[in-house]
């Protein structure tokens, strides 16, 4: 069934990096992540809501750390206080699953490959054109003085202005970034750990969508539990 890689997800917490042997017994670098609660908070409907999607409540809070309205919201469907709240669109009528329940992590990571990460990435600050753009710096000859300056920005007398989408200096990293198709290692299913080799967005501490990487619906995962 072709389906969107947003289609069936979880949420976890990058918790750092460490080695492990895999069975040839070679070394092998993997991040961990640490998956959270995953508890389903709400289904919403296209007839209701406008589209299909499932919401997945994540992290429990305290209530002081909390909006009224969301407090309300999870309280009404007596469940504990969480303090994300993440989206998974579908295409289709989400059905055999309930508020309240959690998802199985086992059930998800069951002959799955590869998966799709996303995360805020590292923040670094203002940077010039060499780091953030990858320019070439400028001649380390006698009597250069431009070393790393990013050069011309355009004609002086027309158009005289610069054009829209000019790479210049400015802030780098601090974004939402997926890194798609990243191996997985090895599933812990009693410490819900996830092992995975290659790059995870963020660095440690940070919230990270775990997407099956289009492999499965929802559907098809109520089909199997």
Do not use: C
């Not at 991040?31 to 995953?38: D, G, S, Y």
């Not at 919403?44 to 209530?63: I, L, P, S």
């Not at 431009?146 to 989408?165: E, M």
């Amino acid at each position: 069934m072709a389906t969107n890689t947003k289609d069936y997800g979880l949420v976890g917490k990058k918790i750092g990096m460490t080695q492990v042997f895999d069975e040839e017994g070679n070394v092998v670098p993997v991040t961990i992540i640490q998956l959270a609660e995953n508890i389903i908070t709400d289904i919403k409907t296209k007839e209701r809501d406008g589209y299909n999607a499932v919401q997945v409540g994540n992290f429990e809070t305290r209530e002081k750390l909390m909006s009224k309205p969301a407090k309300i919201n999870l309280e009404k469907k007596n469940l504990p206080l969480l303090k994300k709240l993440q989206e998974f669109r579908v295409h289709e009528t989400v059905e055999g699953i309930a508020v309240g329940d959690a998802v199985n992590a086992e059930e998800f990571f069951k002959d799955l490959k590869k998966v799709n990460l996303t995360a805020t990435s590292i923040g670094k600050g203002f940077q010039g054109g060499v780091k953030l753009h990858n320019m070439h710096i400028g001649r380390r000859s006698h009597g250069s003085k431009s070393h790393r300056q990013i050069g011309s920005l355009g004609a002086g007398t027309y158009p005289g202005r610069v054009f829209k989408g000019k790479r210049m200096p400015s802030m780098m990293g601090n974004k939402r970034v997926t890194v798609t198709k990243v191996n997985v290692h090895s599933f812990d299913a009693e410490k819900k750990l996830l092992l995975v080799k290659g790059p995870v967005p963020g660095k440690a501490g940070n919230e990270i969508t775990i997407t099956g990487n289009g492999v499965r619906t929802w559907n098809e995962y109520n089909k199997a539990v």
